[in-house]
């Protein structure tokens, strides 16, 4: 009975390991507060590039 159950054990792993492979994750993809807010900076300089210049000067 211990041989059975040791090779259903195994045969099982190798299947959730194979069909786990198949099915990719929707956790979005980590971004860091550096890369946040640079985009925030490059977001704003092209929605007022203007104000964007005045900042930088005064």
Same mark, same amino acid.
């Given at each position: 009975? !211990? /041989? @059975? @159950? &040791?090779?259903? #054990?195994?045969? @099982? &792993?190798?299947?959730? /390991?194979a069909?786990?492979?198949l099915? &990719?994750?929707?956790?979005? /993809?980590?971004?860091?507060?550096? #890369? /946040?807010?640079?985009? %925030? %900076? !490059?977001?704003? =300089?092209t =929605?007022?590039? #203007? %104000?964007? #210049? %005045?900042?930088?000067?005064?």
């Open positions: 009975m !211990n /041989r @059975k @159950k &040791k090779i259903y #054990e195994t045969l @099982k &792993k190798k299947d959730k /390991r069909n786990a492979k099915h &990719k994750s929707n956790k979005p /993809r980590y971004i860091s507060k550096a #890369e /946040r807010a640079a985009m %925030q %900076q !490059n977001e704003d =300089q =929605q007022h590039p #203007e %104000q964007a #210049e %005045q900042d930088k000067l005064g």
